[in-house]
């Protein structure tokens, strides 16, 4: 896996999303695929949100090999290709993107090793957004790793988690902090053995109540693209 994942979190009206998967399918990530750099790229689909009005329905998830990429000349270039920018760019009623770099990973059982498949190529994913005052990094971070996460791995359908933090966004309102769990299906993050994890140990007492921002969603994935042989 890649140190560096580029999120682009998008919306469409639903008149417009039937041309806007054709043409991000068909058009857009076949460019995109061939700016240097990029490693893949998979999309994903909203299931449910517990606050659905600041999570936009569509996810790209981009490996790439450095928090520069999207930044890049080819990046920009790849962009204006095909009938994205003039058929479906002004359709797009929300978009945020940030680019985070990874901070650590943990899979359930005590694993340390990626399995087979991968992030991006994992079938169900639980994206968790976070912000907390700058001055509580560091026991945002200890307690997640050492705390909070070895409990939600034990939730049953919990696979991985992988954690990032922001290195840079174009959009603006991205908190700082990023989650993905790999996860069996959409529903383990609304069953009860989840909630029940997330009340154990020090992160409820002690981190919960300083967040200043938490945005959740569990997608589905829809699609994988790799760079073309």
């Known amino acids: 896996m890649s140190d560096h994942v580029f999120a682009v979190l998008l919306e469409v009206p639903p008149a417009h999303e039937a041309t806007f998967n054709t043409?991000?399918?068909t058009d857009h990530l076949l460019h995109m695929i061939e700016v240097p750099g990029v490693r893949n790229c998979a999309r994903y689909r909203l299931d449910w949100s517990d606050n659905a009005?600041?999570?936009?329905?569509?996810?790209?998830?981009y490996e790439i090999d450095g928090p520069e990429v999207p930044r890049s000349a080819a990046w920009k270039q790849q962009s204006a290709k095909g009938a994205w920018p003039t058929e479906m760019r002004p359709h797009v009623t929300v978009r945020r993107n940030g680019v985070f770099s990874h901070i650590s990973y943990?899979?359930?059982?005590?694993?340390?090793?990626?399995?087979?498949?991968?992030?991006?190529?994992?079938?169900n994913i639980y994206f968790l957004l976070q912000a907390i005052p700058a001055a509580l990094d560091a026991t945002f971070n200890r307690l997640y790793d050492g705390d909070h996460i070895p409990l939600m791995?034990?939730?049953p359908g919990a696979q991985a988690c992988t954690r990032f933090k922001l290195a840079?966004?174009?959009?603006?309102?991205?908190?700082d902090y990023l989650a993905i769990y790999e996860i069996d299906n959409t529903d383990v993050p609304r069953?009860?053995?989840?909630k029940q994890q997330t009340n154990l140990g020090a992160w409820p007492t002690q981190m919960r109540p300083n967040f200043t921002a938490r945005r959740n969603g569990a997608f589905h994935?829809?699609?994988?693209?790799?760079?073309?042989?």
Not at 107 to 122: D, E, F, I, N, S
Not at 221 to 229: D, E, H, N
């Open 23 to 25: 043409i991000y399918d």
């Open 53 to 61: 009005a600041e999570m936009p329905k569509y996810l790209a998830l």
């Open 106 to 123: 943990a899979a359930a059982g005590g694993g340390k090793v990626r399995g087979a498949k991968g992030l991006t190529q994992a079938d």
């Open 153 to 155: 791995l034990q939730a």
């Open 168 to 175: 840079w966004s174009e959009s603006g309102d991205v908190p």
């Open 191 to 194: 069953s009860l053995a989840w």
């Open 221 to 229: 994935r829809i699609g994988y693209f790799g760079p073309r042989k």
